[in-house]
């Protein structure tokens, strides 16, 4: 059983998907396995994949989105941790080695975060240097409530056992779906969020800013949603700390629908969130909503 699953989904992104390979390939740490996921790709995706048969397992599914992908790959994995790399971002070559040390380090943990380094052009990450792995450690993810600490899907180092436990990623249309995750694996012994080294290139562009939107407040609704019908762990005891993290992600998107003029999301998500907001005494997002509506 390797020690890793990387499981990179990816949609028409051949160029970009070639540039992610190479940066597992180039890794210091090599018990892993990676899984590519082609989520019915109409560009060259599927030659190239062809290719390289040799070198990673291929699965094949007609269009289903990322999670769909996502839970596909890991339900194939054989390692301990499934490792979560987008189509488009970047390992460094120490990536899985700080991962894996931290892992020993903290008595295998179910959740790791890599740090991000955003870039737009690949020669912008030659620069950066390998050093000694500097990591905070939480009993469980919620309990880094206080701490902002954003868990994108990509930036994912999970127990594979505890992902299938809470079934994966959920695969509706929408955005949001790995806060959901990560929400849902809340009470998951062992958090461990890397500050240094940096673990994961991240790239940065544009996509379609309407469809974007869309599914973006889907996925806020089905967060606020899944907290009022107890969906996520902890019970009324961990309640504050999964409300924190929830508005956290909520308020960002309640003000940009504001002041883009998308008033009936902005005030969806601002309404639905009001009393928690008021109890976290978030005054000033629940005063400063109104002056992007003047």
């Given at each position: 059983?390797?020690?890793?699953?990387?499981?990179?989904?990816?949609?028409?992104?051949?160029?970009?998907?070639?540039?992610?390979?190479?940066?597992?390939?180039?890794?210091?740490?090599?018990?892993?396995?990676?899984?590519?996921?082609?989520?019915?790709?109409?560009?060259?995706?599927?030659?190239?994949?062809?290719?390289?048969?040799?070198?990673?397992?291929?699965?094949r599914q007609p269009n289903s989105g990322p999670g769909a992908a996502r839970n596909?790959?890991?339900?194939?994995?054989?390692?301990?941790?499934?490792?979560?790399?987008?189509?488009?971002?970047?390992?460094?070559?120490?990536?899985?080695?700080?991962?894996?040390?931290?892992i020993l380090r903290h008595d295998r943990p179910s959740l790791i975060a890599a740090k991000l380094?955003?870039?737009?052009?690949?020669?912008?990450?030659?620069?950066?240097?390998?050093?000694?792995?500097?990591?905070?450690?939480?009993?469980?993810?919620?309990?880094?409530?206080d701490r902002d600490c954003f868990v994108g899907a990509g930036m994912m180092f999970i127990r594979r056992d505890d992902f299938l436990e809470v079934g994966g990623f959920a695969e509706r249309e929408m955005n949001l779906e790995d806060h959901d995750l990560i929400l849902r694996l809340g009470t998951a012994k062992g958090f461990v969020r890397i500050d240094e080294p940096p673990t994961l290139g991240w790239r940065r562009h544009d996509g379609s800013?309407?469809?974007?939107?869309?599914?973006?407040?889907?996925?806020?609704?089905?967060?606020?949603?899944?907290?009022?019908?107890?969906v996520y762990p902890g019970g009324t005891t961990r309640r504050v700390a999964r409300r924190k993290i929830i508005t956290r992600h909520i308020r960002p998107w309640a003000l940009t629908f504001a002041r883009t003029g998308e008033w009936q999301p902005a005030w969806?998500?601002?309404?639905?969130?009001?009393?928690?907001?008021?109890?976290?005494?978030?005054?000033?997002?629940?005063?400063?909503?109104?002056?992007?509506?003047?």
């Open positions: 059983m390797p020690t890793f699953s990387v499981i990179i989904p990816t949609y028409n992104r051949s160029s970009y998907l070639r540039q992610t390979l190479e940066s597992v390939w180039r890794q210091s740490f090599s018990d892993y396995e990676i899984i590519v996921v082609d989520d019915g790709s109409t560009d060259d995706t599927h030659s190239y994949l062809s290719q390289i048969s040799d070198k990673v397992t291929v699965i596909k790959g890991a339900h194939r994995a054989r390692g301990e941790y499934v490792a979560f790399l987008d189509d488009d971002d970047l390992w460094f070559p120490w990536t899985l080695e700080t991962v894996s040390e931290l380094f955003g870039f737009t052009n690949p020669s912008e990450i030659t620069s950066l240097k390998h050093s000694s792995p500097n990591a905070q450690l939480f009993s469980d993810y919620l309990s880094s409530s800013a309407t469809d974007h939107f869309r599914r973006s407040f889907e996925g806020c609704r089905h967060l606020i949603s899944n907290e009022q019908k107890g969806s998500l601002y309404s639905s969130t009001f009393v928690w907001n008021l109890s976290l005494n978030r005054w000033r997002f629940l005063m400063g909503f109104w002056s992007n509506l003047l």
